[in-house]
């Protein structure tokens, strides 16, 4: 208690403060009730819940990271690469260490790696984490030397680890099968359709790493899951005819100033397709420097009327029901009334006494029309849809097309008449290709195919050579009877496609000029889609070359133009696989049955 005492010179009364005693007691209390808390804390932590703690403590300073598992390689038919993984670095950040200098290391990394400056900042400053990803699928050596000057110039917390990096080492050849990747993304081709099999799956890892430096610390917690490879996609396609077919048929898109073109080769035996040229096209490295519209497959996606082509499966069929042969005499007028509409050739002429060989020889629409008067109601759809007709060949590129042929029973007189020579039905490359490839291999329809072996889709359809299968669709000897009168086609003194003819080899081929289908209009605008398809050697196919050419504005049709483009893509191929030239004469038969009248 305060005491009281007489201040001798004033009179006034003072008190002390506080004794000594009273002040330790004090500063006791307070010692102990810190003591306390501290105690009660550490009981929550060392005897409640010891391991969260510790686990919360961990995860501040621990690393997960994706280990990238190495993609399979896209092959030609012989092993060579069409796509394949080289040596990349993936750009990490430690945003604990790069927060404070993350406007300058943004700068420095957006300007070295051409990533996104404002995304690079924000990842740099992110709250609790020890670990960004910056940038993805760097060239290695551009990597390492831009790691290697960002700590030159005092940046820290930047790392790289291993991370391959997609490269078209045949740049445009086959780009549009092959397609291409994105950043994280497979976005066209058989990239895309098979993602699921290239990619593999992916590992991981996770490591403690120390506070000031970000270094990973030897004996902290790590765990690691190895990554499993993707599997190698092997094609039928022939990179080197593949290269050639793509530069013979450009020539001619460009020497016509054609919108596009395509060239397909198909070994006549198997069905397997070495080469799907299309133009224009795109290096597969570079995707966005080419139009969106050139990064497909246009001979699977893209239909047109086949024009005369057609006749092939036509008269094939009007030959295996016995309704005609090679020497059918027909009368063939200028102009043939068709509902209401009137049917010419391409070309005019005096009323001719043209044999059905002749008709094939010189295109005739109106005499295809005439001989085909023979079908019964349904009997050539049946025959076309057994040709492959309105219906996917399913060989792993995705928005491949179904074509259109009208339903049966949906067919007037006057409909089908065009069908007859090629119009007022669709199709897309491919299918012509097998279709036409049926005659080539003794009337039996083989699936084409695109993957040697046999490989899932993403969406689960398995596709492949081993899964083809075949059905005749017209006798051998129908077969036999086409061949001979498509001979006839490239003969210069019966024919229209002299040019398609192969120096030392007998073909057999036909010509095709139809007028395209605008969907804007629902009308014919003026534009033609020019072909030719064929097989080699006739006696005894090896392959089945298919060429269409869109639009060319230099008046070449499909024996000038496309005929041409066969002639050396076919001479390649026969000269490439050693296929020994013909021994035999090609067919003589007759064109016309009597006097022109």
């Given at each position: 208690m305060r005491q009281l005492r007489r201040d001798t010179a004033s009179g006034r009364r003072t008190g002390r403060r506080g004794s000594?005693?009273?002040?330790?007691?004090?500063?006791?209390?307070?010692?102990?009730?810190?003591?306390?808390?501290?105690?009660?804390?550490?009981?929550?932590?060392?005897?409640?819940?010891?391991h969260s703690y510790a686990a919360m403590a961990a995860a501040e300073n621990l690393v997960d990271i994706t280990l990238p598992a190495e993609r399979g390689d896209i092959l030609d038919r012989d092993g060579e690469p069409l796509a394949d993984s080289v040596d990349g670095r993936m750009f990490l950040a430690d945003p604990k260490l790069t927060s404070e200098q993350a406007p300058e290391i943004a700068k420095f990394l957006s300007n070295r790696l051409d990533i996104d400056y404002f995304a690079t900042l924000t990842k740099l400053r992110e709250d609790d984490s020890r670990f960004e990803y910056l940038a993805r699928r760097v060239p290695a050596t551009l990597a390492e030397d831009t790691l290697t000057e960002a700590r030159e110039q005092g940046f820290d917390g930047l790392s790289v680890q291993r991370d391959p990096v997609r490269d078209y080492p045949a740049e445009d050849v086959a780009s549009n099968l092959v397609g291409f990747l994105g950043t994280d993304e497979a976005l066209a081709g058989f990239e895309r359709t098979f993602d699921d099999y290239?990619?593999?799956?992916?590992?991981?890892?996770?490591?403690?790493?120390?506070?000031?430096?970000g270094n990973r610390i030897p004996l902290g917690d790590s765990t690691r899951t190895e990554p499993v490879d993707g599997r190698d996609l092997r094609t039928t396609v022939d990179r080197d005819l593949q290269w050639f077919a793509q530069r013979t048929l450009r020539q001619a898109v460009q020497g016509a100033n054609a919108e596009s073109g395509v060239a397909i080769v198909m070994d006549s035996r198997t069905g397997e397709v070495l080469t799907v040229a299309d133009d224009p096209t795109f290096d597969a490295n570079y995707p966005s420097k080419a139009p969106k519209a050139d990064r497909g497959s246009r001979a699977l996606s893209d239909v047109y009327e086949p024009g005369s082509v057609q006749k092939v499966l036509t008269i094939s069929a009007l030959l295996d029901a016995g309704l005609v042969t090679p020497r059918t005499r027909l009368t063939v007028p200028n102009s043939y009334q068709s509902g209401d509409n009137a049917i010419h050739d391409w070309f005019e002429h005096d009323t001719m006494p043209w044999?059905?060989?002749?008709?094939?020889?010189?295109?005739?629409?109106?005499?295809?029309?005439?001989?085909?008067?023979?079908?019964?109601?349904?009997?050539?759809?049946?025959?076309?849809?057994d040709f492959g007709l309105g219906t996917k060949t399913n060989v792993g590129v995705r928005g491949e097309s179904t074509g259109v042929l009208p339903e049966n029973g949906g067919w007037s007189p006057a409909t089908e008449d065009r069908i007859d020579f090629g119009q007022s039905l669709s199709v897309n490359a491919l299918q012509m290709t097998a279709a036409v490839n049926t005659i080539a291999n003794g009337g039996v329809r083989v699936d084409p195919?695109?993957?040697?072996?046999?490989?899932?889709?993403?969406?689960?359809?398995?596709?492949?050579?081993?899964?083809?299968?075949?059905?005749?669709?017209?006798?051998?000897?129908?077969?036999?009877?086409?061949?001979?009168?498509m001979e006839r086609v490239v003969d210069p003194d019966t024919g229209t496609a002299a040019g398609a003819q192969v120096p030392?080899?007998?073909?057999?081929?036909?010509?095709?000029?139809?007028?395209?289908?605008?969907?804007?209009?629902?009308?014919?605008?003026?534009?033609?889609?020019?072909?030719?398809?064929?097989f080699a050697p006739a006696e005894d196919p090896r392959f089945t070359v298919y060429v269409a050419i869109q639009n060319p504005r230099n008046g070449g049709g499909g024996g000038s133009l496309a005929g041409p483009v066969f002639s050396k893509v076919m001479g390649f191929a026969l000269q490439r696989y050693g296929v020994a030239p013909s021994t035999t004469k090609p067919s003589q038969l007759p064109v016309t049955w009597g006097r022109q009248r």
């Open positions: 000594p005693g009273l002040r330790l007691r004090i500063g006791f209390v307070v010692i102990a009730m810190v003591l306390s808390v501290f105690g009660a804390r550490l009981v929550q932590l060392q005897g409640f819940d010891p290239l990619s593999g799956t992916d590992g991981s890892a996770s490591y403690e790493v120390g506070g000031v430096g044999t059905l060989a002749g008709v094939v020889a010189q295109s005739s629409n109106i005499g295809t029309v005439l001989a085909s008067n023979k079908f019964r109601d349904g009997q050539l759809y049946d025959y076309l849809t195919s695109l993957i040697q072996g046999s490989a899932t889709t993403d969406e689960g359809t398995e596709t492949g050579t081993d899964q083809t299968t075949e059905h005749r669709v017209v006798s051998e000897d129908a077969a036999n009877g086409m061949m001979k009168m030392g080899y007998r073909v057999a081929g036909k010509t095709g000029t139809a007028q395209r289908a605008n969907p804007e209009c629902g009308c014919y605008d003026g534009t033609f889609t020019v072909s030719f398809a064929g």
